[in-house]
């Protein structure tokens, strides 16, 4: 990413989730644990689906896409945080904050259709059951997947461009702990109105149409799992969505907090609280639930360490 023509701001100073001193270091150590246990818990996800055999279906084949999304989401963000807290100033150059953002845009994008195409493939599973190796082809969900990265891909680019052409002057210092869009349109002294409405417009594409695919998926899941007549059928049927439900409430609740919210009655600390829970605790919590929720993971992973301790 090159700098602006217009922009004279050459740095931003980052203000970070506290201005009290004495929070700093514990505040490293509590995200440096998160930010371990994100990277063994969503690469021990991706390493399980690849070498279990057990685990070579559509849903795995989509989690193992959501653990990849997520591990970026949280590199984007947490070394660059882990620095600040050390650091005496929090300063992020220019070309450095617009490369975050595009990034970060990426892989908030890319999870939200991510979470949308995995709760279709559970409608399928559950609705269509016997159609379900004919529906879920592998081609049709590395279409699937290619297509949530080219819708990922479309929002960085158009949001990172609008923001490269707005023209900061002299406020440099973004009320967040990375750059994001909210934070950084309070900065600039051109007029923004065409990036607050591509921010409102894809937000809204991007938050309310994987919810409303979710929902309907989950909607026809429900009244399918209603007509189960064995007690047994339905507890397997609702196990099979429980994890997958935990994840999105979690995820679109604390991202429609942040970005659907009117701008007079949102607060930025307010943001930052609920942007931690999307960009840093979702990516560590997401093969916590799916490990710990499923069966068939438990299963795999037992097979795997029994095989790596004969070895």
């Not at 990849?68 to 070309?95: E, G």
């Not at 995820?251 to 009117?262: D, K, N, R």
Request: charged share 10%; proline share 4%.
């Amino acid at each position: 990413m090159l700098k602006g023509n217009l922009s004279e701001v050459t740095e931003f100073i980052l203000a970070g989730l506290t201005n009290k001193p004495e929070l700093q270091l514990p505040l490293f150590f509590i995200f440096l644990g998160i930010y371990v246990v994100t990277v063994v818990g969503n690469l021990g996800m991706i390493t399980l689906i690849l070498f279990s055999s057990h685990l070579q279906t559509p849903m795995y084949y989509f989690l193992s896409s959501l653990s990849f999304i997520d591990l970026c989401q949280s590199t984007v963000i947490i070394p660059k945080m882990l620095v600040n807290f050390l650091a005496m100033k929090n300063i992020i150059s220019y070309a450095e904050c617009m490369t975050q953002l595009y990034f970060f845009v990426i892989f908030a994008i890319a999870e939200c259709h991510m979470l949308a195409v995995m709760a279709y493939d559970r409608y399928v599973a559950i609705c269509n059951p016997l159609l379900y190796n004919v529906v879920m082809s592998y081609q049709l969900c590395s279409w699937m997947i290619f297509g949530v990265y080219i819708m990922a891909f479309i929002g960085a680019t158009t949001h990172t461009v609008c923001m490269l052409n707005v023209h900061f002057c002299k406020a440099n210092v973004i009320n967040h702990y990375f750059c994001d869009l909210f934070p950084l349109l309070e900065l600039p002294c051109s007029d923004t109105f065409i990036n607050e409405v591509v921010v409102l417009c894809f937000s809204v594409f991007n938050i309310f149409i994987p919810t409303l695919t979710i929902l309907s998926s989950y909607i026809f899941i429900i009244a399918s799992i209603l007509r189960i007549k064995s007690t047994e059928g339905r507890s397997k049927a609702f196990s099979t969505c429980s994890s997958h439900i935990s994840a999105v409430a979690i995820f679109f609740g604390s991202l429609a907090f942040m970005y659907l919210q009117p701008s007079s009655v949102s607060s930025m600390d307010q943001g930052k609280v609920s942007s931690v829970f999307y960009t840093i605790v979702v990516p560590m919590l997401n093969p916590l639930i799916y490990s710990l929720r499923n069966k068939d993971v438990k299963v795999a992973l037992n097979k795997f360490l029994e095989r790596k301790l004969l070895l």
